[in-house]
């Protein structure tokens, strides 16, 4: 098990190289920094003095990768890769464009992400699996057909109406909650009640579809049939049989995404002004902050790593079969 | 058969698939009758109905696909059909119990054992938490598992297969059943495990009482254990008697075909019988007898009328049978009895036959790779050091039990896998070694048949191409044409029409699957062909057919076949010489009537005499204790001590040399020649 | 043998020829100038490329089978005939040309319009030209804010005036909601003589297929006694027809959905916005088959560090949170486009070209998935026994891989393209809330949701750009999630609900 974490860990270190060169690429190279410069001053201010001047007041007016000028090891390390890309590999994020720093910025708006993320993951998976377990009890029914109907045409909806819908309905015309917004402490639970259910809803209908998928593979399998055999009621069969084996895909699909809840919800954070790390990086793409778009493209994946390693260890949890060696 | 002793009573019971015109009528009016404490078999070839039958009496038929759409089941004075679904849970682990082909899927593996038998515990009989634990260790004991304290808390892929029906046995036996059904029980099994398990049943039945409903396609797993067969043929029962009655004196023309068909020494070198045709779709009706299109001794009545259930009484037992042949006021015609015809060649092929292949200590070693760095620290020794030697037109049977390494021998052989070591040797070349192209260019003198005929074709290719392909590769036929003509040739040749090539695999069965492998084998002029388990996937009828073609193609292009397999009575019918492997070596290789008449090693001893026979004079079974070992750590010296009745101390110090013996065959035991 | 029979190319390749001539001729004809969008090309290269693969399929009886069975579901069969006038719509709407403009005196040539025109603008007429100053409800007569007039006594007042299109027609304001009810109800009319006709046709063409009389046709599709369910089929397709008609008929003198801010026809914006969820949803797919295909089979069968390599590949580019990879390709394109401004003839090349730029990132980000599936399966594969069989042939291994692992992966191909393709047109409209969408000019359903959420605010409310969007993406998305799933169901038995 040590080993096998131990390994997995080296392997995230290629990876991550991968992702910052991608980056490095897509940032740096396919765009120069004088590129960006001209675009966020826009066309009118456009002057090679200024243009200088954005680059110096970033760090992007270094060589990209070989420092000409510069002696000894300074020659690799006075360069934008290694300042902007290999930075990252120590969460050195930085400044943003308005010289805030990104790891501060970061670290402040991690707890509104998880506050939201958290409920909405942890209930989301509850009602799915409620939905899911009732349906596979109806299942061969028109409760089912018609309930997997509803939930085609649930998950046929997209995000954006759930969200506009909700706040409309609910805070607006029964102007039961605040519309936006966010209070630290236990203030902030009236803020986070509608997005977090409007959160649950808009995943039911693909939830409750995929989930209802296994339940029904496994109840075709040949031990539910011994366990049949055995004289249980289906109500035992479907939760102490189906069910704990319909936990393995259940959990090791969910664990994989527990890490990314760090990164929270883009659109409802955006929505009801939470101020988060979603909405931190939706501002930040449209204020073309290169800067956080590149800090979270990269903890982004390490969070990702982060959820396929306790993914793997989850296994070894709820399956007795998997040892990892 | 009346009396206060019937325990289950069967009448008029139907099982319907699906809706409509297209419906499938898997069981279509079964009735029989189970006496307290006997065993009852229902035997039959796949997909007549039996397994269905069996869940029926459960109320355990896969809903909502199928339901049952008539019938009695009369049990100990209740029609079980009659109660609800929660009466019927009442019955169900409690007073019948069930225990089911695949012990591997049919255990929940995130369940202890402990828990998955305490379940019934608890749902039936009420025991507390501790009770439970006690009486499973109990019942764990009773069906021979080694350390039930320990084993109660494993979970089932700890287990061995053989250990895993014991497991299921006993779950079965905690509700204390008057009947057990036992669905194919020892099929996923090898012999002499099914031996094992056959013999616990027997011992259980003894001791508790209970009847046994035992489901099986197995001819000899009924001659040695039951008391009463029914013979089900495509949803009916076609006849039904005493053990020794059928087996004396079957009726019915399938069940005497069927009898026929098992392949066994006294049919060397005849044509075994085959029932021409294949089991008729369930989904149509009939109008006369189901077998008549398949039968030599039907007339057209046969076909016109249904035959009615016929019994008739011999030395005060009832003999029932669903034939017009036997129906009383009915003329039958005389059947004009056909001898099985001779095969066209002589019993034995020379010895001074060419030798075509030569295999020398040949090894397939697996690395097993862990920790950080996923170092090799150990090996699967799948094939270790094997020697074989096939000669020109002759059978070489490769016999062993699943996970002996005889299939990986084959493919390494053919190097569809690389062998780690070791040389094959064809027309003075070392096959093993050989470059990629020089390899390509041989491989049309080796062809390999692989066991499933469902997974050994492409299911988009049309048949005709799927023959062809070999002959493209090898640029055997300069055109088109001449391609398609020799495609049509060899679909004759295997007893398929011409039109075959042009439909696609999923069309044909199973047997005729088959022969268009065989077909494709062919295809590019082999002169060895490696048939890795040919015929276990198909029926006993069906298996005949295949063996009759390989025995006929073989006398007529002069074949050498290596015939893997786990069936001794298809090694007794088809083989020249045989090899017995275990744990990855030969023990045991020598002409066919040396070995079987006399085998020398224990291990061929233990496994011949594992085999149920269709002969009643009694065998002695040689029990052979635990399981096949792990080929990673195979246990030191020789690799049978820890399981052989008569082990000596040397035997797990030093593996034995070779001893080759006057009449040609090589052994290796220290009890043999030392 | 079989007789030989037509191949299976010829009506494909007619068809495609045919379109092809007259994609390349009609324009001359009518006198306007083509606009060959890099969208459009593609488009027709992936209808001219279903055309060849259904010709293909048609002739292959196991792989025609589950496509019968598909098409016996009347669900799926409901779902088909919508998502069909969508594609319809999306097809005219990928026709793009620019018109001549009126000769003036001593000209040498014709000059033509810059703004360039598609088939279905010709067709939408007065939508797309009777525009109004800016916001007006559907079916109002007046504008939505008051604003001051000069009235004709030199007075002054605030008040809402009348629209310069939406009820010109009517003097007296009280008879809207006559006018309203007559022209739908002529709509309607329309719409249903035009189902009976459709009805009439679809019963001779079916009545030589079955071999009965005309008659005898028209009651079996009208009992539902038939194995496609063509009555189903044809009540779907009159429901569209009489909405179609309807809404065609008050299109003249209203404006069903109302206008936007500046005063565009809301029912315009929502139809034109078709393409760009069409072009979404195949394009991008298209983009990224290759990739997935090629590298998914590659690395399964040759394993080893073939398999190491495209293991290294996928999961690196999957490590990346989707929206953040979009995002940032999104930008560095932006900036691209922003800097190199004489790339571009037109506007609407510019912004076909960002569409095509989103598809190729959405592609680059999406074909992990399809590729991990297909790994997957080709391991699988590869043990097969046939596989091992042609090896012992000596058959080469990219013979293997075209011969007997492509296809038997294709139905996991055709079940992931079919699903990810409303995922596809969800996404857009996320991607372009976000500002990673498609261009600001492109009309597409999530810019209309961009700049309508905000109106949520207003008093009164200004919901109808909303309402027309979510409309007409839900009825896209879930016909293509009912079809998707019929698929599934006929290629993946594993995967097969049991039905009552």
Redesign the interface.
């Known amino acids: 098990m040590f080993?096998y974490i131990?390994?997995r860990v080296?392997y995230a270190i290629?990876?991550l190289i991968?992702?910052n060169l991608?980056?490095f690429t897509?940032?740096f190279v396919?765009?120069s920094p004088d590129?960006?410069a001209?675009?966020h001053l826009g066309v009118k201010r456009v002057t090679p003095e200024a243009i200088e001047k954005w680059k110096a007041e970033r760090g992007y007016d270094k060589p990209l990768l070989y420092n000409e000028r510069a002696e000894g090891l300074q020659r690799f390390t006075a360069t934008i890769f290694f300042e902007k890309s290999v930075s990252l590999f120590a969460f050195r994020f930085g400044r943003a464009d308005d010289g805030r720093d990104i790891a501060w910025d970061i670290r402040q708006r991690m707890w509104p992400s998880l506050a939201i993320a958290i409920p909405t993951f942890l209930l989301g998976i509850l009602v799915n699996i409620t939905f899911a377990m009732l349906l596979a009890f109806f299942?061969?029914?028109?409760i089912?057909?018609w309930g997997?109907?509803l939930c085609?045409?649930l998950?046929?909806?997209?995000?954006?109406?759930y969200i506009?819908g909700g706040q409309?309905m609910v805070g607006?015309l029964l102007h039961l909650v605040p519309i936006s917004g966010y209070d630290s402490g236990t203030n902030a639970f009236k803020f986070l009640v509608l997005p977090i259910v409007i959160g649950i809803i808009s995943g039911i209908g693909a939830g409750t579809r995929w989930y209802r998928?296994i339940f029904?593979?496994e109840i075709?399998?040949?031990?539910v049939?011994?366990?049949?055999?055995?004289?249980?009621?289906e109500l035992r069969v479907l939760f102490?049989?189906v069910l704990?084996?319909a936990m393995?895909p259940i959990l090791t699909g969910a664990v994989v995404i527990i890490p990314?809840l760090f990164?929270g919800s883009?659109?409802l954070e955006?929505f009801f002004g939470i101020p988060g790390l979603g909405s931190y990086?939706?501002d930040a793409?449209?204020a073309?902050d290169?800067a956080i778009?590149?800090a979270?493209?990269f903890l982004?994946?390490v969070l990702?790593?982060v959820g396929l390693v306790l993914t793997d260890i989850s296994y070894t949890l709820?399956?007795?079969?998997v040892r990892l060696? | 058969m009346s009396g206060d002793d019937i325990l289950l009573r069967v009448r008029d019971l139907r099982v319907q698939f699906g809706q409509g015109p297209q419906a499938v009528r898997a069981v279509d009016g079964v009735d029989f009758a189970i006496r307290r404490g006997e065993t009852f078999a229902l035997l039959g070839e796949s997909g007549c109905g039996k397994s269905m039958s069996a869940l029926a009496l459960l109320q355990l038929v896969p809903r909502p696909a199928g339901r049952i759409t008539s019938g009695e089941v009369w049990f100990d004075g209740q029609d079980l059909l009659a109660l609800s679904e929660q009466q019927m849970r009442q019955v169900r682990g409690h007073r019948i119990s069930m225990i089911f082909q695949e012990p591997m899927t049919s255990l929940n593996p995130v369940m202890t054992v402990g828990e998955q038998i305490g379940e019934v515990l608890e749902q039936h009989l009420g025991l507390p938490r501790r009770a439970r634990r006690d009486r499973t260790i109990e019942l764990l004991t009773d069906v021979g598992i080694p350390a039930p304290a320990r084993r109660i808390d494993d979970y089932p892929h700890q287990l061995s297969g053989g250990m895993k029906q014991r497991v299921m046995i006993a779950m079965a036996l905690a509700g204390e059943p008057d009947l057990l059904i036992a669905d194919e029980p020892t099929t996923a099994l090898d012999v002499t495990i099914q031996a094992q398990v056959l013999e616990l049943l027997a011992k259980i039945q003894r001791d508790t009482g209970m009847a046994i409903l035992l489901i099986t396609h197995d001819l000899g797993i009924v001659a040695e254990t039951v008391d009463h067969v029914a013979v089900m043929y495509a949803g009916q029962i076609v006849e039904a008697a005493s053990r020794r009655e059928l087996f004396a004196s079957p009726l019915h023309p399938y069940t005497r075909k069927l009898f026929a068909a098992v392949p066994d020494r006294r049919k060397r070198g005849r044509k075994l019988e085959t029932i021409s045709g294949n089991v008729p779709p369930l989904n149509r009706r009939f109008t006369g007898c189901r077998f008549a299109e398949r039968c030599d001794e039907a007339w057209l009545r046969c076909r016109e009328q249904a035959p009615a259930w016929t019994e008739r009484e011999t030395d005060g037992e009832t003999h029932g049978v669903r034939c017009l042949r036997y129906q009383p006021g009915i003329e039958a015609p005389r059947v004009v009895s056909r001898p099985g015809s001779e095969t066209g060649s002589g019993e034995t092929k020379p010895a001074s036959a060419s030798t075509l292949l030569t295999v020398r200590d040949l090894k397939v070693h697996f690395p097993i790779r862990k920790g950080l760095f996923k170092r090799v620290v150990g090996h699967v020794y799948a094939v270790d050091g094997v020697d074989l030697q096939i000669a020109d037109g002759r059978t070489l049977a490769l016999v062993g039990e699943s996970g002996c390494g005889k299939t990986t021998a084959g493919k390494a052989i053919l190097r569809l896998i690389a062998p780690t070591a070791g040389e094959v040797i064809y027309d003075g070349q070392d096959l093993a070694r050989l470059p990629a192209d020089e390899l390509r260019r041989l491989r049309a003198r080796l062809q390999i048949i692989f066991q499933d005929p469902f997974a050994s074709m492409n299911p988009r290719m049309m048949v005709g191409n799927i023959v062809e392909e070999g002959m493209r590769a090898q640029g055997i036929g300069r055109t088109a044409e001449e391609r398609r003509q020799r495609v049509a040739q060899l679909l004759e040749q295997v007893g398929l029409p011409p039109e075959a090539a042009r439909r696609y695999p999923h069309e044909f069965s199973g047997g005729q699957r088959q022969r268009i492998c065989i077909a494709r084998a062919l295809a590019v002029e082999p002169r060895l062909i490696v048939c890795d388990e040919p015929t276990s996937a198909l029926d006993v009828s069906v298996q005949a057919q295949t063996l009759n073609l390989l025995k006929d193609l073989q006398d007529r292009f002069g074949l050498g076949y290596l015939f893997i397999t786990h069936n001794i009575s298809v090694v007794a019918y088809l083989a020249h010489d045989v090899a017995v492997m275990y744990l990855g070596r030969i023990v045991e290789q020598g002409p066919v009537d040396a070995i079987l008449d006399d085998p020398r090693h224990p291990y061929t001893r233990a496994l011949l005499s594992a085999v149920p026979s269709l002969d009643e004079n009694g065998r002695e079974i040689i029990r052979l204790e635990g399981e096949l070992p792990s080929p990673i750590n195979p246990p030191p010296g020789c690799h049978f001590h820890p399981r052989c009745p008569d082990a000596m101390p040397v035997c797990a110090e030093r593996y034995p040399d070779p001893v080759t013996l006057p009449d040609g065959r090589v052994v290796k035991c220290h009890l043999v020649g030392d | 043998m079989a007789k030989r029979s037509r191949p299976f190319w010829l009506w494909p390749a007619v068809t495609v020829l045919i379109l092809a001539l007259a994609w390349w001729q009609l324009p001359a004809q009518f006198g306007v100038r083509p606009v060959y969008l890099w969208t459009d090309r593609l488009i027709f290269l992936l209808l001219a490329g279903a055309l060849f693969l259904g010709g293909w399929i048609r002739r292959r009886e196991h792989l025609r089978q589950p496509w019968v069975e598909v098409f016996r579901q009347r669900r799926a069969m409901v779902a088909l005939v919508v998502l069909l006038a969508f594609v319809i719509t999306g097809l005219l709407d990928s026709v793009h040309y620019r018109k001549p403009l009126p000769m003036v005196d001593g000209q040498q040539g014709v000059q033509y319009s810059v703004e360039v025109v598609t088939l279905l603008d010709e067709l939408l007429g007065t939508l797309r030209e009777g525009t109004e100053k800016t916001y007006s409800a559907p079916f109002a007569m007046t504008q939505l804010a008051r604003e001051t007039v000069t009235l004709p006594d030199g007075t002054q007042s605030r008040i809402r005036p009348r629209l310069r299109h939406g009820g010109a027609h009517l003097t007296d304001p009280s008879q809207r909601g006559r006018d309203i009810l007559a022209s739908g109800l002529a709509g309607a009319a329309i719409g249903v003589g035009l189902t009976m006709l459709v009805w009439l046709l679809l019963g001779a063409i079916l009545s030589r297929r079955w071999q009965t009389s005309w008659r005898a046709a028209l009651t079996r599709i009208v009992h539902g006694r038939t194995e496609v369910p063509w009555r189903a089929i044809l009540v779907t397709a009159g429901s569209l027809l009489v909405l179609m008609a309807m809404t065609a008929l008050w299109s003249r003198h209203w404006h069903v959905f109302g206008t936007d801010k500046v005063g565009e026809d809301v029912l315009y914006l929502a139809i034109k916005s078709i393409r760009t969820g069409l072009v979404i949803g195949t394009l991008t797919t298209l983009v990224m088959l290759p990739f997935a295909i090629l590298l998914g089979i590659m690395a399964g069968y040759f394993r080893g560090w073939v398999d190491d390599i495209i293991q290294y590949l996928y999961t690196t580019l999957s490590s990346i949170p989707g929206v953040l990879l979009i995002a940032a390709a999104v930008l560095s394109i932006q900036v691209y486009i922003a800097n190199h401004p004489d790339l571009f003839e037109t506007a609407t090349d510019r912004a076909d070209l960002r569409l095509l730029a989103l598809c190729v990132i959405l592609g680059i980000t999406s074909w992990t998935n399809l590729c991990r599936l297909l790994r997957g399966e080709t391991f699988k594969l590869r043990e097969m026994d046939y596989i091992q069989a042609a090896t012992a042939f000596g058959v080469g291994h990219f013979t293997i891989l075209g011969r007997h692992v492509l296809p038997n992966v294709l139905h996991i191909v055709l079940i992931i393209v079919v699903l990810d393709f409303s995922g596809l047109v969800l996404a857009e409209a996320v991607l372009s809330y976000v500002g990673v969408g498609v261009d600001p000019s492109t009309i597409s359903w999530g810019n209309m949701i961009n700049g309508a959420r905000l109106e949520l605010a207003r008093e009164p409310v200004v919901w109808w750009s909303l309402a027309a969007a979510f409309v007409f993406m839900f009825a896209l998305v879930l016909s293509a999630n009912l079809f998707a799933d019929a698929v599934r169901d006929a290629f993946d038995p594993r995967l097969r609900e049991q039905s009552p």
């Open positions: 080993a131990v390994r080296l290629p990876i991968g992702v991608l980056t897509l940032f396919v765009n590129d960006m001209r675009m299942r061969a029914t028109y089912d057909v997997v109907v085609v045409i998950m046929s909806i997209s995000t954006l109406f506009i409309y607006k998928t029904l593979e075709n399998k040949d031990y049939r011994t366990a049949r055999a055995k004289g249980l009621s102490r049989h704990k084996n393995i990314l990164m883009l659109l955006s990086t939706i793409i449209q073309q290169f778009v590149r979270m493209v982004g994946s990702y790593i709820v399956d007795p079969r060696e």
